[in-house]
């Protein structure tokens, strides 16, 4: 049974620092990963997906790494701003999921508080 | 902006009632998929549709249900609430690749 686990679970730093977020799952049979931020109360944002063939995505000052033998999927946010305090969380598609069903295994998420 | 809407925003109910969640999808996205969200949890899978049939399901009892039409819009409903099932109800449509999230239902029940 795929299990998502994301560390840690909270976060606080202050305004231009680099950091990292972490993700690891159980199963390496994956079909993609995805990261996505949630604002409080509110719905999902997608930010970033990573097919199982691929290494890394980037987008603006975000990167996440794939490493699918491991287990293990970071986000990176370079020079951190106040806009980005949110949950991040990261899901995956299972690939052993019966035809063409695309169901999300999510973690728990990290909630990022960056200080001005 | 995904292009999935919901409705409504906000709902509350009381225990045994029940409801009715709507989401449009993403044209051409034939692929819309229902997830809860309790507070502070992640979101658990409730189902998902493809081209209208039920193409997989998460641990959720039968009063959950849930419908897919032609024109890309869907339907989840819920029958005899119980208090647990206050969340966060989210839609998601798919191209078979990404999935494209609605800002979701608030439902509280009372």
């Known amino acids: 049974k795929q299990e998502v686990t994301q560390i840690p679970a909270a976060l606080s730093v202050p305004e231009g620092e680099n950091l990292v977020l972490n993700c690891s799952f159980t199963?390496?049979?994956?079909?993609?990963l995805q990261w996505f931020r949630q604002d409080p109360g509110k719905g999902l944002t997608s930010l970033l997906l990573?097919?199982?063939s691929q290494r890394e995505q980037t987008s603006g000052r975000l990167n996440a790494s794939l490493d699918k033998s491991s287990g293990r999927s970071t986000l990176y946010i370079a020079a951190s701003q106040p806009g980005d305090s949110a949950t991040y969380l990261c899901?995956?598609?299972?690939?052993?999921?019966?035809?063409?069903?695309?169901?999300?295994?999510w973690g728990l998420g990290t909630s990022l508080a960056v200080n001005p | 902006e995904t292009g999935v809407t919901q409705s409504p925003t906000h709902l509350i109910k009381t225990r045994g009632q029940q409801v009715t969640l709507r989401c449009s999808s993403q044209?051409?996205?034939?692929?819309v998929s229902w997830y809860q969200q309790a507070l502070g949890q992640g979101p658990q899978f409730i189902f998902q549709y493809y081209r209208e049939e039920e193409n997989g399901r998460g641990n959720f009892p039968p009063r959950f249900s849930g419908l897919q039409f032609p024109n890309y819009s869907s339907e989840l409903n819920v029958n005899a609430l119980e208090l647990d099932d206050s969340a966060l109800y989210l839609c998601?449509?798919?191209?078979?690749?990404?999935?494209?999230f609605g800002p979701g239902t608030r439902l509280t029940v009372l």
């Open positions: 199963d390496s049979a994956i079909y993609n």
């Open positions: 044209s051409g996205h034939n692929t």
């Open positions: 899901a995956v598609v299972p690939t052993l999921n019966a035809g063409n069903n695309r169901k999300l295994i």
């Open positions: 990573i097919q199982s």
């Open positions: 998601a449509s798919s191209d078979d690749v990404e999935q494209f």
